[in-house]
Structure formats: structure tokens, C-alpha cells
């Protein structure tokens, strides 16, 4: 596939090689949203956002959208076309016939929403009733690549509906407390039931001719098949990581870096027996280094893990939160070029530098990894 800047491609099939065009999201007009079943079992149970909703405070969007801006300048220094998502109100709130809440979520990150496999972009279903609508904000990007590239497939997974079907009751509590959490995650009874396919983007990696996608709150069984069954020239591998007390997106969990090169989350551990299509590849799973904080920063839903959230940019050149010196430190000696890059005071917003992007184009083709 060759790439030049004045023509839009959409091509990207693995998390690696050579990046080339990507979209940026923005902190505009970014909402807690009000309580609802499946976000609350996310947040942690100690956190500042309990029991408060609406619009954040307006020094903390300004400051997210100057790095995420810093960050887009930088990137299009090194040569990369970026994109940005147009905003759409988020102090609407999500109506349907199923549901209502009060408020939306965001244009971050676009990693949760978008998926990129191939000549694809794939809307998922998401699985938060405030993030139903969030593909919108991507709607005016996705029209112009339709228009630009004759080859682009925009693709939407079915909408689910949403009811309290979807969820089970069990976690509508703050009071669960994380060893029971833990026995859950290990017995993979999540958040969410299999009453209909349901699916974040973040939650798949892409490897090729291989997806690895992980079960957990944001994803359930019947989304996995989904993805099966829409992807039939792809394996797909379902995974878990019972480590994790609140798991929801795959990216601060298991990192790919270059062919045969994994990082994987000390406290999340890849189950042995789900490890073979690495082992019998050569694949290295190494533990990733510790993050440089001890708590996530105010208002923020994710953990401190997202220290291994990381951009490739080629299978030689990382991105990094300029404050995570482990991480940096550990990609050196994996033999990494590290560009440092500053959004801890974003990560608030939905994420790190990998959830806070989403694939255009990638240099490369679809390749077999694991014959
Ligand atoms: O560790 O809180 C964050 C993943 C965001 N996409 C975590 C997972």
C-alpha cells in the first residue's frame, strides 16, 4: 500500500508498522456522565466521581485539548497526516426508545469507538448508554474517507439496545468491595450479560490476520462472536485477564511493540493456557515496567497502568507519557527509540496516547504472525 500525504487510504491491519495518518480526539465539551449500570462498575469504588456528574470544569478541557493539540503538532512534524473529530453536543442527553440519560460522554477517546481493520472502519456498539451516540462526533471524518478512498468500507456494528437486560444487577452496588471483584473477573462474570452483542473497540488488538480481543465489562461473549462472524477472513482469540478488578479495554493491559515483542500488565496476566499462540510463535509476553504514580490523576476513570498505553509509530519508534520514566526506561532497553510525549493531564478525558488515537493508515499489509 504506498501512502502519500494529498490522498486519503484507510489501511491499517496490525498496531505496529509504519504509522502514517491517524485521528486525534478533543477534550471539548467533555461530560461525567450521570450514573448508569455498566459505567459505574467501572469506576473505582475509592474515586473522586462518585456521585457527581456534568460538564468538567472548563480549565480542566482547556488544558487536555493544548496536549492533545501538542501532541497532533508533533506528530504531523514527524510526517503523519492527523485528523480531529467535530464535536457534537454532549449536554444533550442520549434518548431512545430503550433509554434515556441525562447527559453524553465526549470525543475521547476515539480509540473506544472506532476500529480499524484493513480497508475498515468499524463503529462499535459500546456498551455505556451516555457513549451510544459518540460515533457521531466521527461521522464528518468518516463521510470525507468514504468520499476520498473508493476502497474505504465504514461499517457499523448493530446498535444494541441497551436495556437493563444488558446488565447485571449484582454490580449496581458501590459497594462491592475488590476482593469479590477480583472473584468475579477470575470467574468472568462481568458487568454485562449476553442478552445481545456488545463491543468497545479498545477492547481488540490487531495482529494481522489475527484479532485478540478481550472478554470483560465493556465486551461480552456474543460481541467476540460478532466480531467473528464480520471478520471471517480474520482468527479471532478471545481473552481475559483475571488480575484486573474493573477490565475494560485491552490497552493498558497487553501492548504489542513490534512482531514477536508483547508487553503485558504485571497485575493482569495473560492465563497460561491462553498464551500458546504466542509460545508457539516465538512471541515474547515480558511484564511491563511499574508506572511513575502511585494514583490516577483527579476525576480520571482509568488506573495507573495507563503508563504501558502507549502509540507505536513504527516498530522501532514509541510514544510515552513523558512522566512514566519506567516505561521509557524499559522501551530503551527493549531497544526502542522513545519519543516522550506529555498527557498525563488528559488521561482524565479517557486515556493514554494509544486510547487517545485511532489508525488510519499504517504502512503494510494483512500478514500471517501465527502460521
Ligand atoms: O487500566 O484503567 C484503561 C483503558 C483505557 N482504554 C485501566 C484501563
Known amino acids: 500500500m504506498s501512502w502519500s500525504p494529498e490522498k486519503t487510504v484507510v489501511n491499517s491491519w496490525n498496531e505496529w508498522d509504519p504509522l502514517k495518518h491517524v485521528i486525534v480526539g478533543r477534550a471539548d465539551d467533555c461530560h461525567i456522565p450521570p450514573e448508569e449500570p455498566a459505567l459505574d462498575a467501572k469506576v473505582p469504588e475509592d474515586s473522586d466521581m462518585r456521585g457527581q456528574w456534568g460538564r468538567r470544569p472548563q480549565e480542566t478541557i482547556d488544558r487536555a485539548n493544548e496536549l492533545l493539540d501538542n501532541f497532533a503538532a508533533m506528530l504531523k512534524k514527524r510526517g503523519i497526516r492527523v485528523d480531529r473529530p467535530t464535536c457534537i453536543d ?41 457513549r451510544w451516540f459518540e460515533y457521531l462526533n466521527y461521522r464528518p471524518l468518516m463521510q470525507q474517507y468514504w468520499e476520498e478512498d473508493p476502497n474505504f468500507r465504514h461499517e457499523a456494528a448493530p446498535k444494541p439496545r441497551l436495556t437493563d437486560a444488558d446488565y447485571h444487577p449484582d454490580y449496581l452496588s458501590d459497594k462491592i468491595g475488590v476482593e469479590k471483584r477480583l472473584k468475579w473477573a477470575a470467574e468472568k462474570f462481568f458487568v454485562t450479560t449476553e442478552e445481545e452483542p456488545l463491543f468497545d473497540a479498545a477492547d481488540v488488538l490487531r495482529f494481522g490476520r489475527d484479532l485478540v480481543v478481550q472478554h470483560g465489562f465493556t465486551t461480552n461473549m456474543k460481541g467476540i462472536e460478532w466480531l467473528r462472524r464480520h471478520f471471517p477472513d480474520h482468527r479471532v482469540h478471545t481473552v481475559n485477564f483475571p488480575g484486573d478488578p474493573y477490565p475494560i479495554h485491552i490497552d493498558a493491559t497487553f501492548t504489542p511493540l513490534r512482531p514477536g515483542l508483547i508487553l ?73 527509540e522513545v519519543v516522550p510525549v506529555e498527557l498525563r493531564d488528559a488521561y482524565a478525558f479517557g486515556g493514554g496516547l494509544h486510547c487517545c488515537t485511532a489508525d488510519v493508515f499504517r504502512e503494510g499489509n494483512c500478514e500471517d504472525y501465527f502460521p
Open 90 to 130: 454532549h449536554s444533550l442527553p442520549a434518548t431512545t426508545p430503550d433509554f434515556h440519560t441525562d447527559s453524553q460522554f465526549g470525543c475521547m477517546p476515539p480509540r473506544d469507538v472506532l476500529l480499524t481493520v484493513g480497508h475498515e472502519m468499524l463503529e462499535a456498539t459500546m456498551s455505556y448508554r451516555c
Open 264 to 336: 503485558n500488565n504485571p497485575q493482569r496476566r495473560l492465563p497460561d493456557d491462553q498464551r500458546r499462540m504466542f509460545n508457539d510463535n516465538g512471541w515474547e509476553i515480558v511484564d511491563a515496567a511499574q508506572p511513575a504514580h502511585n494514583a490516577p490523576p483527579p476525576l480520571c476513570y482509568s488506573s495507573t497502568w495507563l503508563s504501558m498505553n502507549v502509540l507505536v509509530l513504527d516498530p522501532k519508534t514509541v510514544c510515552v507519557e513523558a512522566s512514566e520514566v519506567y516505561q521509557m526506561e524499559q522501551m530503551d532497553k527493549l531497544g526502542m
